[in-house]
Structure formats: C-alpha cells, structure tokens
C-alpha cells in the first residue's frame, strides 16, 4: 500500500488578477519564488507587489542596488524589528504561556508588538499600519527597511489596481512612473487537481473551511494513507508545525498511533475552521495559531510538555518551558520519539544562552553617579516628609509632627 504526504501548497505562484495591463507592461516581471538575489536590480526602478516576510525583504534587499524602490503594501503591514527598544531579542518577550492562552492576552500581545513596530518607525505617519492588528493580520519581520523608507530609498503605496506601460497606478490615484521591474510577492494557488474529487473537496478552502483532522488527515477518509502538511499560515515560524504533523503522519501510517472516529475527526475540523475564519474570514488558505495549533497537535501525539511532569524531573526545565519563549526542542522531551537529554540541554540553552552567546568582552560597571542618589535622597527625605508634615498638621498629630521636623532639619544639616 503507498502512502503519501504533501508538503505545503508553494508550488504554483499566484500573480494578482485584479491589476488592468499587466501584459503591456515591457519591463521584467517576477514572482517572488524565482528570486535569489538582487543582482538583475542593480540601478534599476523596481516596484515590489505585496505585504508580508517576502514582500518586505525583498524590498529591502532590491534597495541595496536599486535606483528606487517603491513597494506595494495594499492594506498595510506591521515591519516588526527582531531587537526590542530596549536592546533585548523581542521573540523573548513572547512566552510560551502568553501565547498558548486565552484572546484577553494575546491582545496585550498585539499591543506589545504594535509598540515595538512603532518605535522603529511610526506606522502611521508612514503610511504602512495594516488595518489588522498583528496577530491577525499581515506583518513582517525586518531590521533594516525602516532606514530605508525614512530616507526614501524605499516608498510605500496601497494597492497596485493598473500598469500604463512603464507607469504604475494605485487605488487612490497615485502613480508612478518609469519602473524597469516588478517583483510579486503574492502567495500561491493551491493545485490539487491530481486528487480524487473526495479528497480534493477536503483540501480545498471553502466557505466554510477545510475538512482536515488537524489540517492533515481528511475526516471523511476510509483509509488515512494521505496527509497535507503545512496547508495553512499563520502568526509564527511555520518549521516546528511542519515538523509535529510529519511526526504524526509518520506515527499513523506506521500503525503506532490511532485517529478518532470519523465524527470526532470533523468536529475537530470544524474547531479549526472557526478559529480561521474569526481570524480572517476571507482567506485562500486557513491563519491559524501557531503556537495554540502547536500545543493542541502535541496533546495527540503525547509530546505536550506537561508542567508538573516535568517539574519532578526538571524543577528549573519545567518553568524556562512554560514561562520562557516557545521552544520547539520542548516537543522532544516527553512521549513517543523523545530524547530526553538532548532536548533538555537544547532547552536549557536557548533560555540560557540569549544575547550573551554574541558577547565576547567583558566591560567593566562604569562610574557611580551620585547625582542620581542625591536626587533619590532628595525625594525620599525631603519631599515625602513634607508632605507627611503636611497632612499631620492636618490631622492634628502634635508629636509625630514634631518629630518629622526634627529628622527634616538633621537631613538639611547632613546635605548642607
């Protein structure tokens, strides 16, 4: 019996259908799965179709050799920067606890993100804030760009809605002109043209979503010798998603792990459509996620890194995985196909190791500044106690009054 898996739909590059005249236009036009560097754009016009990680780098590498960059955002994006505004790596600030939670905090999540995206560059006044928040919408993430748009080697525009030859119109009647290259960062069409009808209709994004036991197996299959992997995006690196489903198609075809009934199957599916659609309910393939999806895949595998089991083994493990950042490794601690030390090691370093792994001097404290003590005794002794004078006076407390006087005069003599 032959088994299959498929890994993800980025095979077939979607070019955008709504753009009038893009057979007129003369220049090179490419997708952004054919690009690889940005020689052929050096001192060249290039116009740059789209809004999310592609998008944004490779607009941001064109603008190293181009003449001018413009890029295309449509509804906008968030150009989230890897190092946080207070010299620490962002992706640390996100916990595996605070993103396997409830909406309340992943909303303070997006807060978070929209603060730090702002610090780099004020969105707004830029024109590239999305009209989705963060975690719903489309975003990138980018260190150098940020330069480049403020110093107009990189412009931004909405949506690209027509091409007059060499001249390029958006949707709110802006134009320019004398582009040589237009690079497409718009996704990919999903082809499964080569299944059964059966199989394709569970593949296939509908109305109401997909009918897929966690976005790999088709809850209405008689034998489970098909998996998709990877058919779907989302908030978080896609890798350790991809890598848990192939470990539970494998586990599955291999007999060692059993899937629901059929019924269970659709219900499950029919959970992930919802979180879909509320995400984004206009989508060609499902936004889910990650790291909920994640979690929620290694419950049935039994690879979840449970707190308490972990806490026996690993008091120090079991905290750095639940209330530090989402690692991958922590799949691999517990339950089939594990290896305990390696994981845990793995795990240890990543919390660890942070930016003290590029840190190769050590620098000694600098001087003491006593200014900003003096000031701190300035607060503490002297403006609390005259407020505290203050409202004994008030209240009529004769000998408490009297005493704080006393400890006023003795700090005027002591810093005088």
């Avoid at 989230?80 to 505004?85: G, L, Q, V």
């Amino acid at each position: 019996m032959w088994h299959y898996i498929f890994i993800g739909p980025l095979r077939a590059p979607r070019f955008p259908n709504n753009v009038v005249g893009m057979d007129t236009f003369p220049g090179l036009q490419e997708h952004s799965m054919t690009y690889r560097n940005n020689e052929k754009y050096r001192d060249k016009t290039v116009l740059v179709v789209g809004n999310k990680l592609s998008a944004i780098e490779i607009a941001n590498d064109v603008a190293n050799v181009a003449y001018q960059t413009y890029v295309a955002i449509g509804s906008g994006t968030w150009i989230i920067p890897r190092i946080a505004s207070d010299g620490s790596i962002l992706e640390r600030a996100f916990t595996r606890k605070g993103l396997y939670s409830s909406s309340s905090i992943q909303e303070y999540c997006d807060i978070g993100v929209m603060r730090e995206a702002n610090a780099r560059l004020d969105h707004a006044i830029t024109g590239l804030r999305s009209d989705s928040l963060p975690f719903n919408g489309p975003w990138s993430v980018q260190d150098s760009i940020q330069v480049k748009i403020l110093s107009g080697q990189v412009k931004v525009y909405g949506y690209l809605t027509e091409m007059r030859n060499t001249e390029a119109v958006f949707d709110d009647g802006q134009s320019v002109t004398s582009i040589d290259s237009v690079v497409y960062c718009t996704g990919y069409n999903q082809d499964y043209s080569f299944l059964d009808a059966e199989t394709r209709r569970a593949a296939v994004p509908e109305e109401g979503g997909v009918e897929l036991y966690k976005y790999t197996f088709p809850a209405a299959a008689h034998h489970n010798t098909i998996a998709f992997v990877g058919h779907y995006s989302g908030d978080n690196a896609m890798l350790p998603l991809v890598e848990l489903q192939c470990r539970l198609a494998t586990r599955v075809m291999a007999g060692k792990h059993k899937l629901p009934t059929p019924h269970m199957m659709k219900e499950d599916a029919d959970a992930w459509n919802a979180i879909s659609l509320s995400r984004k309910p206009s989508q060609r393939v499902p936004v889910i996620p990650f790291v909920y999806f994640a979690e929620e895949l290694a419950k049935d595998l039994g690879v979840y890194p449970h707190f308490w089991t972990l806490f026996f083994k690993d008091p120090r493990l079991a905290y750095r995985t639940w209330a530090g950042p989402w690692f991958p490794a922590s799949y691999r601690l517990l339950g089939p196909d594990s290896t305990w030390e390696e994981a845990r090691r793995t795990c240890h370093q990543m919390f660890e190791e942070d930016l003290s792994m590029v840190c190769h001097r050590k620098v000694k404290p600098l001087p003491k500044q006593t200014s900003g003590k003096l000031c701190g005794w300035m607060r503490q002794g002297v403006l609390f106690p005259s407020l505290a004078i203050i409202m004994c006076y008030h209240l009529g407390y004769s000998d408490l009054l009297a005493e704080l006087q006393l400890k006023i005069r003795w700090l005027h003599d002591l810093l005088s």
